[in-house]
């Protein structure tokens, strides 16, 4: 727990007040994406962790990242079949069970299409 908060606390990118994003900046580049039971957590190659808050049993849902500078919008579409507490979801190029979607990114569960 005091791991995740000390991570958290390193969201903010100084210079960018309340977290928006700066015009004609380039886009972030997503590095990885982990799916919690209650919340997609995004991390940029510039160390910034963004958050997709899941609602109560969504298995669909679509909002805007929260908690960094890179408030990018998402969808996020679970496949059916039992959910673990947390998976480590991968970057696809083609193939897997979309998951996440952010522009221009897909993260999934490695798997067939």
Do not use: K, N
């Amino acid at each position: 727990m005091l791991a995740a908060l000390l991570a958290l606390a390193g969201c903010g990118a100084p210079g960018v007040p309340g977290g928006t994003v700066v015009p004609g900046a380039q886009s972030p580049l997503p590095r990885q994406a982990i799916l919690y039971r209650d919340t997609v957590t995004v991390q940029f190659f510039d160390g910034a962790l963004c958050v997709a808050r899941r609602p109560t049993g969504a298995r669909t849902w679509a909002g805007q990242l929260a908690g960094c500078p890179h408030m990018l919008s998402y969808e996020v579409m679970l496949p059916p079949g039992p959910q673990a507490p947390r998976r480590v979801l991968v970057q696809m190029v083609g193939g897997g069970v979309a998951v996440l979607s952010l522009p221009q990114t897909r993260f999934a569960l490695p798997g067939p299409a």
